[in-house]
């Protein structure tokens, strides 16, 4: 079932042949006692991680506007040790970020030996965002995809395991959310104009993101496509592939000091 969310380097990410509703062949109450399992072991493993103070992971998140993005952030790691946890929400460049090239922001907001690290948005906005609002001509984004590949390579090389991971919306669930943001005082803060602008190109946006993923999709760090359409989906599929990047991982405490067995503390 997870093998199927990857898109496999190589190959399209085909998005419009992806289900936004997909259950992943559970229902929601076997879905969410999964997830509780899921987090659990995502803790415990975590903890492996920093004791052992060799590696880290690196989880990307992407989407359309209103794929659920932040919702993701808080059910997946709600229950995992905070200290061993750094979020990053990533906006457009500012100040001192834009005395630089694209990637210093980047490099120095990843995830320490023993930590997991989670991008909401990433470096992938310097080429989708920065492609769609005409912030760059073609010829500077298009070679980012090259750049992006080698970069990642580079941390997998060098300890950083990255889970990267498309919350893939469907346009009426997108429609709805944010209508929701519109007539629900309590969100209304987070809608824009500029965000129905981003809406009518919906189609437009959904291609830009099918040709980053398919060209950004390597072994080393293969891209997964998650259903976002149902809020529990998409943090089980998130924290199912978390769970085995860091089973893969599988993390070993170190070696007590010779001798400490048996002591007794008086
Ligand atoms: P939000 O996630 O609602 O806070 O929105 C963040 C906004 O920043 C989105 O509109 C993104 O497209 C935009 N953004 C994030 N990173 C970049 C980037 N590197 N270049 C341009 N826009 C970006
Ligand atoms: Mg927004």
Redesign the pocket.
């Known amino acids: 079932m997870l093998e199927d969310l990857r898109v496999d380097p190589g190959t399209s990410a085909r998005l419009a042949a992806r289900d936004p509703s997909d259950r992943l062949g559970l229902d929601k109450q076997e879905g969410e006692s999964r997830l509780e399992v899921l987090v659990e072991r995502i803790d415990a493993l975590q903890y492996r991680l920093h004791a052992e103070d060799r590696r880290s992971v690196l989880l990307v998140l992407q989407g359309l506007d209103a794929s659920g993005k932040d919702g993701v952030v808080r059910r997946v790691f709600e229950g995992v040790n905070p200290t061993g946890v750094e979020v990053t929400?990533?906006?457009?460049?500012l100040g001192v970020e834009r005395d630089h090239d694209?990637l210093w922001r980047i490099h120095a907001a990843l995830p320490p030996r023993g930590k997991i690290g989670v991008f909401n948005?990433s470096h992938y906005?310097?080429v989708v965002?920065?492609r769609m609002?005409e912030?760059a001509p073609e010829e500077v984004w298009r070679r980012r995809y090259a750049h992006l590949r080698a970069f990642e390579e580079m941390l997998m090389d060098e300890g950083t395991s990255i889970l990267k991971v498309f919350l893939n919306v469907s346009r009426e669930e997108q429609r709805a959310r944010l209508q929701e943001r519109i007539d629900d005082p309590e969100k209304r803060w987070k809608f824009r104009r500029d965000d129905l602008e981003v809406r009518r190109r919906f189609d437009d946006w959904l291609a830009a993101w099918e040709e980053a993923l398919t060209e950004t999709s390597t072994d080393a760090a293969p891209w997964y496509v998650v259903p976002a359409d149902r809020n529990w989906v998409k943090a089980l599929g998130v924290a199912e592939l978390l769970a085995g990047t860091l089973e893969r991982l599988s993390p070993q405490l170190p070696e007590p000091e010779a001798g400490i067995e048996g002591l007794r503390v008086t």
């Open positions: 929400s990533f906006r457009a460049p694209y948005r906005e310097d965002a920065v609002h912030l």
